[in-house]
């Protein structure tokens, strides 16, 4: 019998449409929040004929409640975010209790800590932790994976780069660009000589080709940093750029040294927490470029020399929908048992490279 899959978070933008994603594959999920007023009218909305769908009360800030949501052996999907304020309270009770765990994040401070924290408790416990299980950072895990064992013993540095194309207006979530100011002034990370490094997000800049146009990224921590070099003993080099951030590249390439030392500065961090919270209460829920946008994502190997020796593009819907289909069929995958291993992993760890392949491609995204 296939295991329970739990949505926390299925209010949400995010949640919401993996809640959508996950029924209109069959499946029926537990929907999981902190507001049952709207949990309910969700339930029977995508429960169909058959009755609403069960649904569960949990608040971060109550974590016996978010503990009761999960069982051995359960699969718990989160779109609680911004993760590194609330997302501590899921990711423990899924490691503790020995459940496989998908989220959304694309936090670096709070990815590194699911790798350091979480992945050992998980490794005793038998939990599976498969954090950024969405457009970041999975597409850039498949990607390099591909181009890794395409360049095999003469892999020495890995390239990631994350392109958006298309659409018009608000191009984030309202939850995203909270989640974006909130880790503004945490520290990053890279992977350079061997080893994991903290530094500061865009300190790096990558311009590459996608999509028949040349792009500037900026450097941030990724889970290919943490899942990449595990692939390919002789890499000493990862790095991971975003395209997204248009005419305010520059800026924050060139702010990206002072930002330990903004940090420091009494106040900051609070003042830079409720700036967040305001853009929380201004903008809209929803992007507002409808599904217009396609996701580019382009890995690229070079050895000792720094020749390229191998080049691997995929292409994709628009990042939400692209999201909230990975996470469901990650989710379904693994209450079918598909899932190796214990800990936290990557995703071609978990599903291997085939499987990775099979899954990505149900969420649209294929090899250019
Ligand atoms: N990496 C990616 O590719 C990717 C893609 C999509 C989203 N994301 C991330 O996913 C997260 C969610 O994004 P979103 O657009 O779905 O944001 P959202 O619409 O604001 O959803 C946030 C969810 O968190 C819930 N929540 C807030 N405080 C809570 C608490 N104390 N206890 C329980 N639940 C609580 C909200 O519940 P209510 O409905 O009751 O307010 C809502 O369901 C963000 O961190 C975003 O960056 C990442």
Same mark, same amino acid.
């Given at each position: $019998? ?27 999920? +537990?929907?999981?929040? !902190?507001?049952?007023? !709207? ?9 169909? &004929? ?15 409640? +978010? @503990? ?5 052996? /359960?699969? *718990?999907?989160?779109?609680?975010? %911004?993760? *590194?304020? *609330?997302?501590?309270? &899921? ?20 990815? @590194? ?6 992945? %050992? ?48 207006? =608000? ?6 660009? +909270? ?7 945490? %520290? ?31 450097? +941030? ?50 003042? $830079?927490?409720?700036?967040? /919270?305001?853009?929380? !209460? ?20 070079? #050895?000792?020399?720094? =020749? !390229? ?8 819907? /628009?990042?939400?929908? $692209? ?14 048992? #598909?899932? =190796? ?7 071609? =760890? ?7 392949? &099979? ?10």
């Amino acid at each position: $019998m296939a295991a329970r899959i739990v949505l926390f978070g299925a209010t949400g933008h995010t949640g919401s449409r993996t809640a959508q994603a996950l029924t209109t594959r069959g499946a029926r999920p +537990v929907l999981a929040g !902190r507001d049952r007023g !709207r949990l309910g009218p969700l339930a029977t909305r995508l429960g169909g &004929a058959a009755g609403p769908l069960e649904t569960v009360t949990a608040d971060v800030t109550d974590t016996a409640s +978010v @503990r009761a949501l999960v069982g051995p052996g /359960d699969v *718990l999907v989160t779109t609680v975010g %911004p993760f *590194l304020r *609330l997302g501590e309270p &899921a990711v423990a009770a899924a490691a503790d209790v020995g459940a496989v765990y998908l989220d959304s994040t694309g936090e670096p401070p709070f990815l @590194r800590r699911v790798f350091e924290e979480f992945g %050992p408790r998980a490794e005793r416990s038998g939990a599976v932790l498969l954090p950024a299980f969405g457009h970041d950072y999975v597409p850039g895990g498949l990607a390099g994976a591909l181009a890794l064992a395409e360049a095999g013993a003469r892999a020495h540095r890995v390239d990631i780069g994350y392109a958006l194309d298309g659409g018009r207006g =608000q191009g984030f979530s309202r939850g995203t660009l +909270v989640s974006l100011l909130g880790v503004a002034l945490e %520290p990053g990370f890279g992977w350079h000589g061997g080893r994991l490094a903290g530094e500061p997000t865009g300190a790096r800049d990558w311009r590459f080709d996608a999509a028949g146009r040349t792009r500037r990224g900026l450097s +941030v921590g990724g889970s290919e940093h943490l899942t990449l070099p595990a692939l390919a003993p002789t890499v000493q080099e990862v790095g991971v750029y975003l395209d997204w951030f248009g005419p305010a590249t520059s800026l924050a390439h060139r702010l990206a040294p002072v930002t330990p030392w903004l940090a420091r500065v009494p106040g900051a961090p609070a003042g $830079m927490t409720r700036l967040a /919270d305001l853009v929380g !209460r201004r903008v809209a829920e929803a992007p507002t470029t409808g599904d217009g946008t396609r996701t580019h994502v382009v890995a690229e190997v070079r #050895d000792a020399a720094g =020749q !390229r020796v191998s080049r691997v593009e995929l292409s994709g819907p /628009d990042p939400y929908a $692209m999201t909230a289909d990975l996470l469901a069929e990650g989710a379904l995958r693994a209450a079918a048992g #598909d899932v =190796q291993g214990a800990g936290a992993l990557g995703p071609v =760890q978990a599903f291997g490279p085939a499987g990775l392949i &099979a899954l990505a491609a149900t969420a649209g995204l294929t090899r250019a």
